[in-house]
């Protein structure tokens, strides 16, 4: 089964140029990098397989309302027409609190190594900030490339970091801005705090991460048992219930679950098994049993990206996370 990426960009390559324009323009920088690469790899089409998607597209599209599609646009026209520019002007800067990060918004688009080239001098406060309007993924690849000291510097203030003035943000944001050209068209609000710590360190590999967490452990244990306690790693797909299980299977490559499972336990392995057909779990056994020595840095990149899975569909309500000692730090 094609995934959801391979899907998009079978929908999008039969579309006109145009049209395929004004899709992507709305997705995030991830999301258009991943798709036009799956456009690139896409060869030799069969009508059944472009049937099979627009199918799909339409029966989903069909469950779709027009309801809170381009709502922010609608409620700006509403209110402007009802209260005259100025009165509207006002309240809509007091109901949607949107701080302009255009600047930083469009770091988005670059390589974490440029990123890091760019912020590696600058206070770790700072480095923070911006951190937290990015994904975590692209944040740690970030951290990675600083030196140590500033490296679990800036954690540590991620971790404490729960908000942040209007004005210092805009601040932020004009020095970017004139480093950047362009910007993005989403606007997202801060997202410090423990849990922003924590989705990072998963994405940091073993080392560095147990590196980082020990330098927050001298500083405060109790913050890094709350970080800990927020992160999800690969066992802690044990917790997902079977429905869960299944959902996650339906969008994992075979050869990138063989290479993850080559370094998981049995108990999670049998968990796997159990939720596929027999004849899946005897075939994905047999590859198992048959494929050589994996490196490790191998198979944590699969886990990681089968994590981005299961983040994602936890994100979009799908299944829920068990999340160890959640209910203790309510």
């Known amino acids: 089964m094609s995934t959801g990426i391979e899907r998009s960009a079978i929908l999008l390559m039969t579309l006109g140029e145009n049209e395929a324009a004004n899709v992507l323009k709305y997705l995030e920088p991830k999301e258009v990098q991943k798709i036009s ?57 007091r ?127 109790d913050l890094a048992l709350k970080i800990e306690d927020k992160m999800f790693v690969f066992e802690n797909i044990l917790e997902i219930d079977d429905r869960g299980i299944q959902l996650i299977l339906r969008e994992v490559q075979s050869e990138s679950l063989i290479v993850a499972l080559k370094g998981a336990n049995e108990e999670l392995r049998e968990k796997i098994f159990k939720n596929m057909s027999q004849r899946a779990a005897e075939m994905m056994r047999e590859d198992l049993e048959s494929k050589g020595p994996v490196r490790l840095s191998e198979v944590e990149t699969n886990q990681k990206d089968i994590l981005k899975i299961v983040r994602r569909l936890s994100d979009e309500g799908q299944i829920a996370l068990g999340g160890k000692g959640e209910e203790a730090y309510v």
């Open 37 to 93: 690469t799956a456009m690139v790899k896409l060869k030799n089409l069969g009508r059944e397989q472009i049937a099979e998607v627009f199918t799909e597209f339409l029966i989903t599209a069909n469950d779709k309302t027009t309801i809170g599609m381009d709502s922010s646009d609608y409620i700006k026209n509403m209110l402007t027409q009802a209260l005259g520019d100025d009165k509207a002007a006002g309240l809509l800067d």
């Open 95 to 221: 109901i949607m609190n949107n701080s302009d990060t255009s600047g930083i918004e469009s770091l988005k688009w670059m390589d974490p190594g440029a990123i890091a080239e760019m912020i590696c001098n600058e206070h770790p406060q700072i480095i923070a900030t911006i951190l937290v309007h990015l994904e975590p993924d692209q944040s740690a690849g970030i951290l990675k490339m600083l030196n140590e000291r500033t490296r679990n510097d800036t954690l540590l203030r991620i971790t404490t970091l729960d908000s942040i003035q209007p004005v210092a943000l805009r601040e932020l944001n004009d020095v970017l801005g004139k480093l950047l050209s362009g910007g993005g068209v989403g606007k997202k609000s801060l997202q410090g705090g423990v849990g922003a710590a924590a989705e990072i360190l998963n994405y940091m590999g073993n080392t560095l991460e147990a590196e980082m967490m020990e330098a927050v452990r001298t500083f405060d244990p």
